[in-house]
């Protein structure tokens, strides 16, 4: 079966702009988790999204947002990016839930801010 | 705050040697799940653990749960240059919905 798509891989945007990046599961997975990771941080929590809802958020600035589509698709929004948000940004596509089911990640988009 | 601390953060070895990652806490988690991560990829999992003392193998790997649930161990087995990656661990919330990552333990292993 199909794996987890992001799009696009790369992105290179500048201090002030938005962005959107976009996470296509796997078939059937209701449930996607937006990580962000970076060489200080590691991996962190950003939200997670079942059947169109947010269930869960992470410490994050509101400038992080998220939404599901009825497809499961899902997207993430950083508004009025900053120097710091560059980071490769992981979408996690399972059944029900990170901790309760299998995650599968897909290979992420790496955003570069300038 | 980093829920889970793994260390160490580098190890550099040589084929043929073993190897013991660990992953510590001081909350308890309902599960924890080890995944490896390559250059230009998305963390793959190897392992989920449920109960305390579970011990599970895969292969070369063999994973431990503590008793309390709070800490875990990996422990590699005659290394070979494909087990090379960034190890993570991650713990469950209970809620399921998210996961604490560890910082990662980067293994390099060569010929």
């Known amino acids: 079966k199909a794996g987890v798509t992001q799009t696009p891989r790369y992105l290179i945007k500048t201090r002030g702009q938005q962005v959107t990046l976009s996470c296509s599961p796997i078939?059937?997975?209701?449930?996607v988790s937006w990580y962000q990771q970076t060489p200080g941080q590691g991996l962190q929590f950003l939200f997670e999204?079942?059947?169109?809802?947010?269930?869960n958020k992470g410490n994050f600035p509101g400038r992080f947002s998220g939404r599901q589509f009825s497809n499961s698709r899902s997207e993430m929004n950083v508004s009025t990016l900053e120097l710091g948000d560059s980071a490769l940004y992981l979408c996690a596509s399972s059944l029900a839930g990170t901790g309760f089911t299998e995650a599968f990640f897909g290979q992420g988009t790496r955003l570069t801010v300038v | 705050t980093q829920l889970l601390e793994q260390s160490p953060q580098f190890l550099s070895i040589q084929e043929g040697e073993n190897l013991t990652v660990y992953c510590n806490s001081s909350?308890?988690?309902?599960?924890l799940q080890w995944y490896r991560q390559e250059p230009g990829e998305g963390p793959v999992l190897l392992v989920t653990?449920?109960?305390?003392?579970e011990v599970k193998k895969l292969k070369r790997l063999t994973f431990q749960f503590g008793d309390a649930r709070k800490d875990s161990s990996l422990h590699i087995t005659a290394a070979q240059p494909g087990d090379t990656g960034l190890y993570l661990c991650a713990g469950a919330q209970d809620s399921g919905y998210a996961l604490n990552f560890g910082k990662g333990t980067s293994l390099l292993v060569t010929p």
């Open positions: 999204y079942f059947s169109e809802t947010q269930r």
């Open positions: 078939s059937g997975h209701r449930s």
């Open positions: 909350s308890v988690f309902s599960s």
């Open positions: 653990v449920v109960t305390g003392g």
